[in-house]
């Protein structure tokens, strides 16, 4: 399945890209144990490619913060999986703005007691 969406990547069309980019997200969030261990450097080297702005600004950006989760999540997995932090450090190193993280959003007020 990663070779499959790493052919998809390297697509012309920008929209391809950016359901390319919310599919392998999905697979790593929902099975990392297996989704992670088949990504390679040249995959990793794609999604890099992307976010130097290869495939349009909105796939930039999502490239970027992708990088960003990813480099964070597996940062204590480093033994087993060093590709994600690696490339993350190495963007960072070499001066590339990350967008800021999402914060939590606060929780909202509940109105299970007000009557109208």
């Not at 920008?14 to 990504?39: E, F, G, M, R, Y």
């Not at 959003?105 to 109105?111: D, F, L, R, W």
Request: charged share 25%; hydrophobic share 40%.
């Amino acid at each position: 399945m990663v070779k499959a969406i790493f052919h998809q990547l390297k697509n012309s069309d920008a929209k391809v890209v950016q359901l390319a980019l919310t599919l392998i997200d999905t697979c790593i969030q929902n099975s990392w144990t297996h989704t992670p261990q088949a990504i390679n450097k040249s995959f990793m080297d794609e999604v890099v490619n992307i976010s130097r702005g290869r495939k349009g600004f909105q796939n930039q950006e999502e490239a970027l913060r992708l990088l960003q989760v990813w480099g964070r999540r597996f940062e204590r997995k480093q033994s087993e999986l060093p590709l994600f932090f690696e490339t993350y450090m190495t963007l960072r190193a070499q001066g590339v703005a990350f967008p800021p993280e999402e914060d939590a959003p606060a929780p909202q007020p509940t109105t299970a007691g007000s009557k109208r």
